[in-house]
């Protein structure tokens, strides 16, 4: 059973652009969530989708957005790029989206630099 | 507010010996929680969940952690480290009324001497 993948794995932006990372969860899993993780501020939860609908949102501003397909990929785009979006960027996958005791899975990340 | 503590950003250890990583969860109602292991420049790996089924959990590897309610705490042992556990280890607590976000601690980084 092939895990969660997260493509691409490297990314270098720069100030002003837009990136769109890309999330496939594991074979019938319909929750998708995301972290950011940095240095400084650890892991921070971004978002949540289940069944293509956003589920839960953490505390980010609105340059943070996501959407998930009909097939449960899931995609991440940060708009107008800053120095501190910096960050490996971590797609997590669920079973189910009811029960708080399954674990999630991730995937191996995307490092992004923004230059 | 759901929260996790964990105490020591690094812990050494000698190889062979105890493996303590510390846990502590701030909840008001019954949290689920886990520990995870990330090695360099990958993701993070489940190494146990406590769901209430019972206070201690093994998990893989060699590792375990006991649910205390009344301290709070859900540390994370290992009888006997190996150079291999050398990684970064994250406390992470889950909340019903939150769907499935993970609120995570800071990580606590092991390091094993030989």
């Known amino acids: 059973k092939a895990g969660v993948t997260q493509t691409p794995r490297y990314l270098i932006k720069t100030r002003g652009q837009q990136v769109t990372l890309s999330c496939s969860p594991i074979?019938?899993?319909?929750?998708v969530s995301w972290y950011q993780q940095t240095p400084g501020q650890g892991l921070q939860f971004l978002f949540e989708y289940f069944s293509e609908t956003q589920r839960n949102k953490g505390n980010f501003p609105g340059r943070f957005s996501g959407r998930q397909f009909s097939n449960s990929r899931s995609e991440m785009n940060v708009s107008t790029l800053e120095l501190g979006d910096s960050a490996l960027y971590l797609c997590?996958?669920?079973?189910?989206?009811?029960?708080?005791?399954?674990?999630?899975?991730f995937g191996q990340g995307t490092r992004l630099t923004v230059v | 507010a759901q929260s996790v503590t964990q105490l020591g950003s690094h812990v050494s250890v000698s190889e062979g010996a105890l493996v303590l990583l510390r846990c502590n969860y701030s909840s008001s109602v019954p949290p689920y929680l886990f520990w995870y292991v990330q090695y360099p420049n990958q993701g993070l790996q489940l190494l146990l969940k406590?769901?209430?089924?019972?206070?201690l959990v093994k998990g893989i590897n060699g590792f375990e952690a006991e649910f205390k309610k009344s301290e709070t705490s859900f540390h994370l042992t290992k009888p006997s480290a190996h150079m291999s556990d050398a990684a970064e280890y994250f406390c992470a607590v889950r909340i019903m009324e939150y769907g499935n976000k993970l609120v995570f601690g800071a990580g606590t980084i092991l390091r094993v001497k030989s």
């Open positions: 074979s019938g899993h319909r929750s």
């Open positions: 406590y769901t209430s089924a019972a206070t």
């Open positions: 997590a996958s669920s079973a189910t989206g009811a029960l708080s005791n399954t674990e999630a899975f």
